[in-house]
């Protein structure tokens, strides 16, 4: 993973303690709430509905042990012991009191962390596929781009007052498990018929309350053009993208509003000057040196071995372990999502817990992922039961990753001041209706997303199963939407109709996944039956109860 140089480390020490004496002024009453806004939204500090909110970057989503074991401690220690997984791959503390963020800053500057660019109207943190470097299927380990686009974007004088927040994410693999699709500015790497490596550029996708799918402005961008083309898409935006609306600021927005041909035309003539001018040439021996810090482990000569398939030990394998690049090797997915729980939380307990088993079995590094989970990347397929016994230990061998249980979920009007209505205490519902291990095996891959208002924090606009949370003159409702799909094949999800009261919801979602595990043909998910019968059925037995109570 990227390590820290020295002008890395010396500017986020020099950040921290510019915050210190911003802080100590807002607490002096030198700065009201206003003024002290901006400051605060650039190092990552909300205030939310009880509280200050921190978000700390975890670019790419990746981590080593030292650093979970800070995450630990600042949980411990300055929150109420926990911490949040986010859709961005970052993690969040909901209780910081103000006086102590200087210090948790300073904390994380440590372990080579920090909240910079974690909100505002900046290009925010860069995340990648959670199986990056591992994953059979990959062409090219994305995170060194990843790298390479923080680097560049970070602070970047020109994109540091864009007209929104703006959200980049990069994949090297055949299927898209970083929602590409669904980010203002995304990168595929892909190769040519020649057998060459380069990019795909994907722009103006989004969910929010106006969900988009991106488009291609760029089909094979060469790899030492890619931060000059990368510049092409951000001036086009910056330069075009409306500062007079807050809901139309998006680049989804301009993307759309130009049409694909003369998006990429603006785009390609940008490119075209950028070139001309002779700059933004990433060199190979800089790609070279960057590549270096992603070197994968010295894999052992290993055979693939028979995995477990019997007891909690083969439930857990048979969800939460994926193939890996390597013979002998597997990925494994930890849970965040037990039966009850809160989706994405993890306890400083926890997060020790896991640092020491890193330490312990020689993991270097370990994964979030935007499903608000953490997944070890390398894992021996012989060391498989030792490491699902220690996460059994932790509480983090829920054997459901995929599966209906896996829920995506924001923290809603538990914790948010934007928020319409709960969604934790839906999700946990949700989950424990289905909590049974057979019952979501037999159902299979179902993708439940939730968010607790049109901002799509849980990204329900792209769940197989979408819900979302609206206010009704002071009622909680939940709005079903069917079909989402964040993958290569990206849909955005059909409205069902009128919304569901907070007691009718559970049951309307268990009406639809009964109705698809009685109509279903061989081999189909969810999603495979939604596009062939639509939504007619699985509407009409939604709402039975409701239209038998109406008479």
Same mark, same amino acid.
């Given at each position: ?7 890395d480390?010396?500017? #986020?020490?020099?950040r ?9 002024r ?5 700065? %009201?709430?206003?003024q ?6 650039m %190092? ?10 921190l978000?700390v970057? #975890? ?11 800070m995450?630990a401690h ?10 949040h ?6 993690i ?8 102590? #963020?200087?210090d948790?800053?300073?904390?994380l500057a440590?372990v080579?962390m920090h ?9 925010? %943190?860069v995340?990648a596929?959670?199986?990056a470097g ?11 781009v ?8 970070s602070?970047?004088?020109?994109f ?7 959200k980049?994410a990069v994949s090297g693999?055949?299927h ?6 669904? *980010?203002?500015l ?9 057998g060459?490596i380069g990019?795909r550029?994907l722009?103006g ?10 488009y ?5 961008v060469?790899?030492?053009?890619l ?6 898409v ?10 007079? %609306?807050?809901?139309k600021?998006?680049?989804?927005v ?5 049409g694909?041909?003369e ?10 000057e950028i070139?001309?001018?002779g ?8 790609r070279?040196r960057?590549e270096?810090?992603?070197?994968p ?6 055979n693939d071995a028979p995995l477990?398939t ?12 994926h193939k *890996?690049?390597a013979p002998?090797?597997?990925i ?5 999502k037990p ?5 994405g939380?993890?306890? *400083? ?8 088993l890193?330490?312990?079995f020689?993991?270097a590094?370990?994964?979030t992922s935007?499903?608000q989970?953490?997944?070890?990347p *390398? ?6 039961p ?15 990753a995929?599966?209906?249980?896996d829920i995506i979920c924001?923290p ?7 928020a319409n209505a ?11 209706r289905?909590a ?5 095996h037999?159902?299979g ?10 901002n799509a924090c ?6 197989h199963i ?11 409702f ?9 993958t290569?094949?990206?849909?955005i999800?059909?409205?069902?109709g009128?919304?569901?009261?907070e007691?009718?919801?559970v049951y ?6 009964d109705?698809?595990?009685k109509?279903?043909?061989?081999g189909?998910r969810?999603?495979?039956t939604y596009r ?8 009409n ?6 239209l038998h109570a109406?008479?």
């Open positions: 993973m990227y390590r820290y140089d020295e002008f480390a010396a500017f #986020v020490r020099e921290t303690e510019q915050f210190r004496y911003q802080v100590e807002r607490l002096k009453g030198e700065l %009201n709430e206003d002290f806004k901006p400051f605060r939204l %190092n990552g500090l909300y205030l939310q509905l009880h509280a200050y909110m978000r970057a #975890v670019p790419y989503g990746t981590l080593s042990a030292p650093q979970l074991k995450l600042i949980a411990r220690k300055y929150d109420k012991g926990y911490g997984i986010t859709t961005r791959q970052n969040q503390y909901n209780w910081p009191k103000l006086k102590d #963020v200087p948790i800053l300073a904390d440590t080579e909240a910079i660019q974690t909100s505002g109207n900046c290009i925010r %943190n995340t596929d959670h199986f591992a994953a059979a299927d990959e062409i090219e380990d994305p995170r060194p990843a790298e390479i686009v923080r680097q560049w974007s602070l970047h004088p020109e540091a007052f864009l007209p929104r927040k703006f980049v693999a055949a898209d498990r970083a929602a590409l699709k669904f *980010h203002d995304a990168i595929e790497i892909v190769k040519n018929d020649e060459r990019y550029i722009v996708g989004g969910m929010g309350r106006t969900p988009y799918i991106g291609a402005v760029g089909d094979f060469e790899k030492p053009d931060l000059a083309f990368l510049e092409a951000l001036r086009v935006y910056n330069e075009n993208g409306r500062r007079d %609306n807050i809901y600021a998006r680049i989804k301009l993307a759309q509003s130009l694909q041909t998006m990429r035309e603006r785009v390609v003539r940008e490119f075209i070139k001309r001018a700059t933004l040439q990433v060199p190979q021996e800089e070279a960057i270096a810090y992603f070197a482990p010295a894999f052992e000569a290993l477990p019997e007891g909690a030990l083969g439930q857990w394998v048979a969800s939460n372990v *890996h690049r002998g090797y597997a494994a997915t930890l849970s965040l039966i009850g729980g809160v989706p939380d993890i306890s *400083h307990e926890q997060l020790d817990g896991v640092a020491q890193m330490d312990d020689g993991y590094e370990i994964r935007h499903e989970n953490l997944v070890l *390398h894992v021996k397929q012989s060391d498989l030792a490491v699902f016994a220690r996460l059994k230990a932790l509480g983090l061998a829920t054997p459901n995929g599966l209906i249980t924001c809603g009007l538990d914790y948010c001041d934007l709960r969604s934790i205490p839906i999700a946990q519902k949700i989950a424990e289905f049974d291990l057979e019952r979501q037999a159902i891959e179902l993708k439940i997303k939730m968010s607790g208002c049109i849980g990204h329900h606009h792209t769940g979408g819900i979302l949370g609206v206010d009704k003159k002071g009622v909680e939940y709005q079903l939407q069917l079909g989402g799909s964040a290569e094949d990206a849909a999800g059909e409205i069902m009128p919304g569901f009261g007691n009718e919801i309307a979602v268990e009406r639809v996944v109705l698809y595990v109509l279903r043909q061989p189909e969810f999603l495979d062939r019968l639509g939504m007619e059925p699985f509407k037995i939604a709402y039975q109860e409701q109406a008479h």
